[in-house]
């Protein structure tokens, strides 16, 4: 086995699209890990969702054999909605490489990251990227990122992931500045999961770092947090590929086929031991149960789908433990999942995977968060807005509040405290990075960050903020239900939990939007928003007079014949609202969150 | 039962904007051979029909009237002669006003047609401005007066509303007139935007408004009115006659009895099948000068595409449904809120209804 001194644990942590992954792909070339003929980009995104996003979803770990040394590279996700899937591959290595785009400067994901980092004891290698492209200023972002780690500028690396320069470099100075694991090889077994897989032949593959001891395959273990026990199968190492070996030892990074067939036993963050008395007496410190965020209901646009739905939704959970789902039942939307998310993204990923790779359509609710609502010493939790209490039945509504750091060019810091007074926000600090770049922190109801505020950002401050934040807790508000009413009957799917102050907007430009959707029908529909009894918005889609066609001669039969058997299809495909038939689209239509900002920006 | 025969005529002066028939301008030099290849074609096609006999002749097109005298005499004495078709029987040729003067009107009854339809389609220069209309109103009043000098007898007048600038005072006045004039016969038909017309490419461009449908029912309202008062009997959703002057011909259509079609792009049926002939002209004539029939497409339809189309046009020829095809329920709602009655055991549409058929149809057909 390799002596312990000759291996480095480090993973490369960035802002979205500052190149890590194509780093990542230099990395993989220089220390020949690929062969060239299999070599392609993003080599460590395995997902067709990671690669054309470019984004990391799953967790990576690879060993790279380079001048006698083992450098276990972890590739981890880099999305806020993965903080904590984050922090537990940062405990598994001594050293991270902080990568910054020079044409870019520091972004907020790079601040979340390098506190992240750390926060976990490592030593951080602070590397300039991108030195190729003629926008690079070396010289500033050098200096705010010398800043930020509190190092001489002297300290800072520069690198072109593109073009390799000074990647050789790069792969000296972690082998020198990393410090090698410390791990007590002849202590009782520790190991560390950081990410896991399910693999349909093999069960779940628990990607590993062992921290304390060694890690054979055919012994019993004992999964710490989850309390179960089971006989592991095979310890191995991604080369990239996976190849078996005999064992892990202390200060190693690896995998195991750990003989459990459910990625719920498997957890991240979860300590393995050995099982039986002589198990550790302590986990390793930081684990915590994955804790959705963020609520959509999940509806299959044809309700005879909603079987497959089920299926599709299990099959997923198989490989991602931080997916909640419970049956909802809707009037207008019918039977579908109630479905709990780490944050907006996971949220996308799950509904792109679930159409792409299972070939649904589906309709999802406007996202919302977890209520928490207070009647007298007991606390309900809702994450349904159709569910909360009307307003009077309770003492009070808490709801969740994120600490969100912004990174601008400062000539957008208007734009952005307008925005973020408009979401409910109240300013902690800010400082400068420099004359031309500020940071700003607020304190935010995170249901107003999920309520397309980084597309508001984005659209701001023409791309250039940078956002990420932390749950802070729940904090009691002046929350309401707002109902949307078709010809009297409530459309739950509609329903939604906002500020009192901003309540009759909403229910005006739900209205509204939803005048313009519905189609005339044989009577008048009058489409109304309520906050409890008390109507706050109301608009009328008059009764339709004329749907008959003027002409019907020889030709024109087999044509109208046809008319008629595609609008019989389009009217089952409607879904019924009391009397009212409301077609598919227009409900996709008005529960699109960019569609309702649209036209809040209209105002 | 008595089958119909209709004649397409594809020449037209101009295009207008809203016409998607098949229907050209600048192929009169093809006439000639237009009208031998329909002689040819009934040839062809008279053995299959040999067991029925017809009961109305209609040339339609585009404009049947650019046609000469002399072979629309030559053609319908040709049908005589290869169809069954009955002394009497209502013999239709359609005609544009300004294609027609007192010498062709005179010849159009010699040659034995003794129905005429109108394109009027309105009396305000506005709205045949936005129709793209070449005449104007005084020469469908000039048409109508020497059509009745004549000896016109059953005379149509074909109307369209709803068009650009068409408001309620412009309708009534084109009503108004037309009353005036005293046709057996009225067609008044809602204009309607074909997305592979001229007019449907504007409107879906945007340079040109969509008719309004409220407004279009408003306009159907009025007429209904107007033409009820002037003692025309309301018997199809877009057309109304005299007692005894509903055109035979079209009836055949909506009753479901056979009819032959000739000429490029007409359409045929009997028993259930329903084809039709090429549409382009030239591809017409090459098929039919080769001896071949014509026949560009067919369908057969299925019991429940069949029942369909009975019960949609039972609707609108108000004839109704008999209550005993639908299932209980369906129509209550509909006779609740006035768009259908109950008359001697059919459910038969209001006026209102009839604005709204493809409601009610889709509500009895089940």
């Not at chain 2, 008595?2 to 005529?9: D, E, F, M, P, R």
Request: glycine share 8%; proline share 5%.
């Amino acid at each position: 086995m390799t002596d312990p001194t000759l291996i480095r644990n480090f993973c490369i942590i960035a802002h979205i699209d500052h190149g890590k992954s194509t780093l990542a792909d230099r990395l993989l070339e220089l220390t020949h890990a690929v062969a060239d003929r299999d070599m392609r980009e993003q080599y460590l995104d395995k997902m067709d969702l990671e690669r054309e996003r470019g984004i990391t979803i799953k967790a990576q770990a690879v060993r790279l054999a380079y001048e006698g040394f083992e450098l276990n590279l972890i590739d981890t996700p880099g999305h806020v909605d993965f903080t904590y899937e984050v922090s537990r591959s940062l405990a598994a290595c001594e050293g991270a490489v902080l990568l910054v785009d020079a044409a870019q400067g520091i972004e907020a994901q790079t601040l979340a990251n390098y506190h992240l980092a750390r926060d976990a004891g490592l030593t951080i290698v602070p590397v300039l990227n991108k030195i190729d492209l003629p926008s690079a200023d070396q010289v500033e972002t050098g200096r705010e990122l010398a800043e930020l780690v509190g190092c001489d500028i002297s300290e800072v690396f520069a690198v072109s992931g593109k073009t390799g320069e000074g990647v050789t470099d790069l792969l000296a100075e972690v082998i020198r500045r990393v410090p090698p694991p410390s791990g007590d090889l002849d202590a009782t077994l520790r190991a560390l999961i950081f990410d896991s897989s399910f693999d349909p032949y093999r069960g779940v593959v628990a990607y590993v770092r062992v921290v304390d001891g060694e890690l054979h395959a055919r012994t019993k273990v004992h999964f710490m947090a989850t309390g179960l026990d089971s006989e592991t199968e095979e310890p191995g190492i991604f080369a990239p590929e996976a190849k078996p070996v005999a064992r892990l030892e202390a200060g190693e990074v690896g995998y195991l086929v750990t003989g459990l067939k459910d990625v719920h036993q498997v957890k991240v963050g979860d300590t393995i031991t050995i099982s039986g008395k002589h198990r550790a007496s302590e986990p390793l410190p930081g684990y915590r149960e994955p804790l959705p965020m963020v609520w959509s209901g999940l509806f299959p646009a044809e309700g005879g789908d909603y079987s497959e739905l089920r299926d599709a939704l299990d099959r997923l959970k198989l490989n991602d433990a931080a997916l909640a789902f419970e049956p909802e039942t809707s009037l207008a939307l019918g039977f579908g999942f109630r479905c709990g998310f780490l944050g907006l993204l996971h949220m996308d990923i799950v509904k792109e995977r679930l159409e792409r790779e299972f070939g649904l359509e589906l309709i999802a609710t406007a996202p919302n968060v977890e209520f928490h609502v207070v009647r007298g010493e007991e606390t309900t939790v809702v994450h349904n807005p159709s569910e909360m209490p009307q307003s009077g039945t309770y003492d009070s509504v808490e709801e969740p509040m994120v600490l969100a750091t912004i990174i601008t060019p400062t000539e957008y810091l208007g734009p952005i405290f307008e925005l973020c007074q408009s979401r409910r926000g109240e300013m902690i600090d800010m400082k400068y990075l420099s004359p031309q770049r500020a940071e700003v922190h607020y304190h935010l109801p995170l249901a107003e960050i999920i309520f397309d505020f980084f597309d508001q950002l984005k659209s701001r401050t023409r791309g250039y903020a940078s956002l990420d934040y932390e749950p802070t807790g729940y904090e009691p508000s002046e929350l309401v239900r707002v109902d949307v009413l078709l010809h009297g009957e409530p459309v739950d799917a509609f329903s939604s939990v906002v500020h009192r102050e901003k309540a009759a907007v909403y229910g005006r430009q739900m209205v509204e939007r939803l005048r313009e959707l519905i189609p005339r029908q044989l009577f008048d529909v009058a489409i109304q928003a309520s906050i409890g009894s008390r109507i706050v918005a109301r608009e009328t889609v008059k009764a339709k007079r004329k749907d008959v066609l003027a002409k019907c001669y020889g030709g024109d039969i087999t044509r109208k014949r046809k008319l008629l058997e595609q609008q019989k299809k389009g009217k089952a495909r409607m879904r019924r609202v009391g009397r009212v038939d409301v077609p598919q689209e227009a409900f996709i239509a008005a529960l699109r969150v960019d569609q309702r900002a649209a036209a809040e920006g209209k105002k | 039962m008595t089958a119909g025969i209709y004649v397409h005529v594809p020449f037209c002066l101009t295009r207008c904007g809203y016409c998607d028939f098949n229907a050209y301008a600048g192929l009169d030099h093809l006439q000639n051979r237009y009208v031998a290849a329909l002689l040819r074609e009934a040839e062809l096609t008279a053995p299959e029909w040999g067991s029925e006999s017809f009961t109305s002749v209609f040339l339609g097109g585009g404009t049947p009237t650019t046609l000469k005298v002399a072979d629309l005499k030559t053609l319908l004495a040709h049908l005589r002669d290869r169809f069954d078709l009955a002394p009497n029987a209502e013999v239709t040729i359609e005609a544009n006003p300004d294609t027609v003067d007192r010498a062709k009107l005179d010849g159009i009854l010699d040659a034995g047609y003794g129905r005429l339809s109108m394109g009027a389609q309105s009396f305000d220069p506005v709205v045949l401005a936005a129709l793209e209309r070449l005449h104007d109103p005084a020469s469908v009043r000039r048409a109508m007066r020497e059509a009745r000098a004549a000896g016109h007898a059953n005379v149509n007048l074909d109307l369209i509303y709803g068009a650009q600038g068409e408001t309620l005072a412009s309708w009534e006045t084109t009503l108004r007139e037309t009353v005036d004039l005293g046709p057996e016969h009225v067609s008044a038909y809602a204009l309607t935007i074909e997305p592979s017309t001229p007019l449907g490419r504007k409107v879906a461009r945007g340079e040109s408004p969509a008719p309004d449908p409220d407004l279009q029912a408003d306009l159907f309202e009025l007429a209904c009115a107007v033409f009820a008062e002037a003692g025309y009997g309301h018997y199809e959703v877009s057309n109304w006659a005299k007692p005894g002057f509903e055109c035979a011909h079209n009836l055949g259509y909506w009753e479901r009895r056979p009819y032959v079609g000739l000429g490029a792009g007409a359409h045929a049926y009997r028993d259930d099948r329903r084809w039709w002939n090429v549409r382009p002209p030239e591809e017409y004539l090459a098929l039919v000068e080769a001896g071949k029939l014509p026949v560009g497409g067919e369908e057969h339809l299925e019991p429940s595409d069949a029942h369909l189309e009975e019960v949609f046009l039972r609707l609108r020829i108000l004839e109704g449904v008999p209550t005993s095809w639908v299932e209980p329920g369906r129509a209550e709602p509909f006779l609740e809120s006035g768009l259908l009655r109950e008359d001697d055991g059919a459910f038969v549409p209001t006026e209102r209804g009839l604005l709204l058929l493809n409601e009610l149809v889709l509500a009895l057909a089940g």
